[in-house]
């Protein structure tokens, strides 16, 4: 059986579409005091209670203890905690950071678009602009590539390439690796410039010789594509692939599988089983698709419909936070739901069954 296009049996899904529906389940973990304890200890209580009392002195000494522990990320996650689970807090906080420096106003942005509402983006903006104009880098990349590839505001999609661009720049000067990489995303592929694919090559090589390994999968898309300034050369192409997966790229995992297929030997399909792991082990939806079909029929071991079900819901998840539009979110949820209907066969799931191909035909 060709483990990337397995034979789907006679008895397989047009014969299926002759059952019904019921809902799936999509699990979701509320936000709570004892889910913010065991990651934070007693800092979100205390910093709530600084924050209510006014004792702005300690509340900003918690928050630079957060941040000294958990990064920038973990300072945006802790403030959307403590929101979450004391909600009048909200307006006291804002008032507060309106007077701090850009990488916690650049938190408050990221917190106000998690918490949603009817339009996010309204106040979220305005956070995420002041941030960069106070010179912010990750704030100037995020600005960048929000008016770069367009995002909603008030139900229409607001798009300015130019600006994008010029925020984008500025994040890449300032030293941000995902501006450069945004960058030359946008003159390879010409959003919101002329395309330019040499200079593309030529910003992702830099960031490739400055440590940026991220870089290394664009940059590995020349080597194996060819260009007229670079030749093509797979073997180079493909240890860029293997450095950007060792360096944690779950999209470079889910490539290198494909290539690996494609050398038609027993060590390569094992390496390829090994890459699609990593992959949907990353949350990239192809490849939590493509494992859970591997698993089905029982590609390079015994068939696990229980396996291939918790990589179905682990698929509709991503589907569900990654924030596609109606298109991307049909196109995915069709090979989401095939493989389920698929996967509830196996497993003699009829309820699941019926309901994932309900599902599918909502999305056909």
Not at 6 to 15: D, E, F
Not at 111 to 132: F, H, I, K, N, Q
Not at 154 to 180: F, H, K, T, Y
Not at 194 to 210: I, K, T, V, W
Request: glycine share 10%.
């Amino acid at each position: 059986m060709n483990p990337r296009n397995p034979v789907i049996p006679a008895t397989g899904l047009l014969c299926l579409l002759l059952f019904a529906t019921w809902a799936l389940p999509v699990a979701a973990v509320e936000p709570g005091s004892v889910l913010l304890e065991q990651r934070y200890g007693e800092k979100p209580e205390r910093f709530a209670a600084a924050v209510r009392d006014g004792k702005r002195r300690r509340a900003d000494r918690l928050l630079a203890d957060v941040r000294a522990e958990y990064g920038a990320r973990g300072l945006a996650d802790f403030l959307l905690n403590v929101v979450q689970t004391w909600p009048g807090l909200r307006d006291d906080l804002e008032t507060w950071l309106a007077g701090h420096g850009a990488e916690r106003q650049f938190a408050w942005y990221h917190v106000l678009r998690s918490l949603g509402g009817p339009d996010p983006m309204a106040t979220a903006l305005v956070w995420l602009e002041m941030a960069a104009d106070k010179g912010h880098a990750p704030a100037q990349a995020e600005l960048g590539r929000l008016y770069l590839f367009g995002f909603e505001r008030e139900g229409r999609v607001v798009r300015d390439a130019s600006l994008g661009l010029r925020w984008m720049r500025q994040a890449a000067q300032a030293g941000d690796p995902g501006a450069g990489r945004d960058l030359a995303y946008a003159y390879r592929h010409g959003e919101g410039v002329a395309p330019d694919p040499r200079r593309a090559f030529e910003l992702l090589s830099e960031l490739h010789r400055d440590g940026h390994a991220p870089a290394a999968a664009d940059l590995a898309d020349f080597y194996l594509d060819g260009a007229p300034f670079v030749s093509r050369d797979l073997a180079r192409g493909m240890r860029l692939l293997e450095e950007a997966m060792a360096g944690g790229d779950a999209y470079a995992a889910w490539r290198l599988h494909e290539l690996y297929l494609r050398e038609n030997s027993a060590d390569g399909r094992r390496r390829a089983m090994d890459a699609l792991q990593q992959a949907a082990n990353g949350g990239v939806i192809p490849a939590l698709v493509e494992l859970a079909r591997w698993h089905v029929y029982g590609v390079l071991r015994e068939a696990d419909a229980d396996k291939a079900l918790a990589l179905v819901d682990a698929a509709l998840r991503r589907v569900d936070e990654d924030g596609y539009d109606d298109a991307g979110r049909r196109f995915y949820l069709r090979q989401v739901y095939r493989v389920a209907a698929d996967a509830a066969l196996l497993a003699g799931d009829y309820r699941y069954l019926r309901d994932a191909l309900n599902r599918l035909a909502d999305v056909i």
